[in-house]
Structure formats: C-alpha cells, structure tokens
C-alpha cells in the first residue's frame, strides 16, 4: 500500500516540477530572480538551524558560504555555457535520477546500512542503484541530446565521450550522497528533522537541493576541464 507521505511526495514534485524547468527554460532575468529567491529561503533555513548550534556564528558564516558556492555554480551552469540549458538539465536529471534509484533500490532490497548513525534509511544497495541510474540517465543524455535537440532546433553536442559521461554521471551520486550526508549529519547535530516546512512531503529546500549543492561545483569544474 502507498503511504500518505509519499503520495504527499509525488503530488509536491507533479506541482514543483514544471515551475522549475520553466523557470529553467527561461533562462535570463527569470532564472535568476528564481534563483534568488530560492537561494534567499535556503539561507533563512539554514540560518534557522544555525541559531541552534552552540557555536552560531561560525555555522552560520560557513553554512552561507557553502550555500553561495552552490547556487552560483548553478548560475555559473545555466549562463556561461552555450550549452548552459542543455548541461542544467544533465545536472537535474542526473541527481534527481540518482535520488529516485537510490531510494527506490534501498526499498526494493533493503540490506546493510550506510551510515546509520546519520541517515538511517540509506543502504549500500540504495547506493549502487542510485549510482547506476545517474550514470545511464547521463549516458543517454550525452548520448540522444544531439538527436532531440536537432528536431527542437537546437545545436547540442555532446559534452564528453561515451564512457566518461557514465563516469560523470555515476559520480553525480558519490558527490551527491556526500552533501546529503553532510546536511544530514548537521540536522542530527542541531536536532532538527526538516531543513524546513516549505515543500509538503520533502521538508524544505535545503532538505532537497543538498545534494545539488555539492554535484553542481564538481560538474561545473568537470566541465571547464573538458573545455579546456
């Protein structure tokens, strides 16, 4: 039987999705009022938990400065490529397919837990399948991008060769499990569950960009590198 919550989960994502590939799509002004705007709740939220840790302004600082890192690598992402559109959702779908895996595999086979004392619900076996859905998400990305985007009348190219788009992508999830842990472990550590209130089901937007705070920073460079 499907539980309330994650019904809860799904009909926040049927409402949120559209709004943020638009916003997305846009590009320009409109993406980077969106972004302000979401950069702006997550540093209240952070904040909010910060107030609750015993050294607050050292929190605080270098809690703001990693959420800074993260969003303007994002900006960075979508508007100093020409590709930037196509390289965004590479990243979204990338981590949102990592996410999905991940949590669906964990269900599905259960086994040993990762870190138990910071994230009960992850399993190695969420691990791996979150790995090797964001590694073939990505693959197919950099694979079919150039096809879609010529019926669409767009001019894509693929951003790396075959193999190491897989390598990219399965490393969207190590990155990705890693600032997912990292706001994890603070949330125990201030006692608190939820970064926030603001998404039905999810908790708040840190509680669903952590993981994109780290991943977009590591693509980005990836990124430059290839460029040359």
């Known amino acids: 039987m499907i539980s309330s919550s994650f019904k809860m989960r799904c009909l926040s994502v049927i409402l949120l999705l559209p709004v943020t590939l638009f916003v997305i799509y846009m590009g320009g002004m409109v993406f980077k009022v969106g972004c302000a705007i979401a950069f702006g709740i997550a540093i209240k939220e952070w904040l909010r938990m910060a107030r609750q840790s015993k050294n607050i302004i050292r929190d605080a600082v270098m809690g703001s400065i990693y959420i800074l890192i993260g969003f303007y690598a994002f900006i960075l992402l979508r508007t100093e490529f020409e590709q930037g559109l196509f390289f965004t959702i590479v990243l979204l779908f990338g981590v949102w397919a990592s996410d999905s895996f991940a949590y669906f595999s964990g269900k599905r086979f259960g086994g040993a837990k990762m870190a138990p004392k910071i994230s009960p619900n992850k399993t190695w076996a969420g691990l791996i399948g979150g790995t090797l859905g964001s590694a073939f998400v990505v693959l197919a990305l ?55 209130t603001l998404i039905p089901g999810h908790g708040g937007i840190l509680d669903r960009i952590d993981s994109l705070l780290l991943v977009t920073p590591f693509f980005l460079f990836v990124l430059w590198a290839l460029a040359g």
């Open 142 to 196: 950099d694979y079919f991008g150039p096809m879609i985007g010529a019926k669409m009348g767009l001019e894509i190219s693929q951003f790396a060769p075959l193999v190491l788009a897989f390598i990219i992508g399965a490393l969207f999830t190590i990155f990705g499990q890693i600032g997912d842990l990292a706001m994890s472990f603070y949330k125990r550590r201030v006692g608190v569950k939820d970064t926030g």
